[in-house]
């Protein structure tokens, strides 16, 4: 594989199910996140990693859970599915701490919760 | 945090040229990024500036003032696979990029 893959490409999903949607990249990159984008509205962060071992909230964490147990893998938890979670679903990588840090975006999860 | 404003929608000819204003409110500015977004894709970087003035890169341009918070996208000779979302996002002193909402583009025959 080469940058970032996300999956499943897609998923509909009943309400208060958990689901988790998993990221893996093979850039060697420190750094992750995790993006919704919602339409008029524009990504936004819901959590992030700098360094394998520590996590970190974005603008919008609540009803979502993430851990970072190595350098390569980000999963997201949605621990019960509600339908304002229905979403596409960014993850990205970067060389965190780097004035040319540029943020790579893997394809996308779009989520439907019903 | 960050305030970042953009035009919502901007149609242009092939050929031509277009420019897409960002104007950003930040509590700590590290950078300026922007990438497009083609439908049912993953955004990709585009450019990025920190300081002021013009980064060129083939057919697309990148201004920043920041005294004045603003950034503007040029694109030179339009195509039609230009025709796109494109999104101004200002990385604040931690690293982590806030998004405007996205510009769609679209060139016209």
């Known amino acids: 594989i080469a940058g970032i893959t996300q999956a499943p490409t897609s998923q509909i999903l009943a309400a208060g199910r958990r689901m988790t949607l998993r990221c893996t990249q093979d850039?060697?990159?420190?750094?992750m996140y995790w993006y919704r984008q919602d339409l008029g509205l524009g990504l936004r962060l819901i959590h992030y990693?700098?360094?394998?071992?520590?996590?970190g909230k974005g603008e919008v964490p609540d009803g979502y859970s993430v851990s970072r147990a190595n350098t390569d893998d980000f999963p997201l938890t949605l621990a019960s599915a509600v339908p304002s979670q229905t979403s596409v679903y960014f993850c990205?990588?970067?060389?965190?701490?780097?004035?040319?840090?540029?943020?790579?975006f893997g394809p996308g999860t779009r989520l439907t919760v019903l | 945090g960050q305030n970042i404003d953009q035009p919502t929608e901007m149609t242009a000819t092939e050929g031509a040229i277009v420019q897409i204003n960002c104007t950003y409110q930040t509590s700590g500015f590290n950078g300026l990024f922007w990438y497009q977004q083609h439908a049912g894709e993953a955004p990709t970087f585009l450019s990025y500036n920190v300081l002021d003035g013009l980064e060129e890169k083939g057919r697309f341009s990148s201004f920043l003032s920041r005294s004045k918070g603003y950034s503007y996208l040029l694109l030179k000779e339009l195509q039609m696979k230009d025709s796109a979302s494109y999104l101004c996002?200002?990385?604040?002193?931690?690293?982590?990029?806030?998004f405007g909402a996205g510009t769609t583009v679209t060139v016209r025959a």
């Open positions: 996002a200002v990385r604040d002193r931690d690293y982590k990029l806030s």
């Open positions: 990693s700098n360094t394998a071992g520590t996590t």
């Open positions: 850039m060697r990159h420190n750094a």
């Open positions: 990205a990588s970067s060389e965190w701490g780097l004035d040319t840090d540029t943020q790579y």
